[in-house]
Nanobody
Framework: QVHLVESGGGVVQAGGSLRISCAAS????????LGWFRQAPGKDREFTAA????????SYADSVKGRFTISRDTANNMVYLQMNSLKPEDTAVYYC???????????????????WGQGTQVTVSS
């Protein structure tokens, strides 16, 4: 059974940095994409960043390009999201997701992901 467990959320001041993590287990993630999505109160879930397990190709939402960096540690089945220059509008619950066979152009689509974590809260204070 696949488990995705997020950690590292918290409260940070605007302009600060935070790194959140996702521990993935239960299967091999070869040929998978691992993504981060976020959902703010009263808003729809939105794509944030994704990375291919094989090769490390990445994709980012325009709103986080240049500020956030997604990475993975294939030896330890971990995915990270380094968030810099945080803004109050980055406040959300951040979810880790995994899906197989996702082509690059579809990495931002939540419907392509099969497995989801429970989320970790990130709050950016102004």
């Amino acid at each position: 059974q696949v488990h995705l467990v997020e950690s590292g959320g918290g409260v940070v001041q605007a302009g600060g940095s935070l790194r959140i993590s996702c521990a993935a287990s239960g299967r091999s993630f070869r040929n998978h994409a691992l993504g981060w999505f976020r959902q703010a109160p009263g808003k729809d879930r939105e794509f944030t960043a994704a990375i291919r397990w094989n090769g490390g190709d990445t994709s980012y939402a325009d709103s986080v390009k240049g500020r956030f960096t997604i990475s993975r540690d294939t030896a330890n089945n971990m995915v990270y999201l380094q968030m810099n220059s945080l803004k109050p509008e980055d406040t959300a619950v951040y979810y880790c997701a995994a899906g197989s066979g996702i082509i690059r152009s579809s990495m931002s689509s939540g419907s392509q992901y099969t497995y989801w974590g429970q989320g970790t809260q990130v709050t950016v204070s102004s």
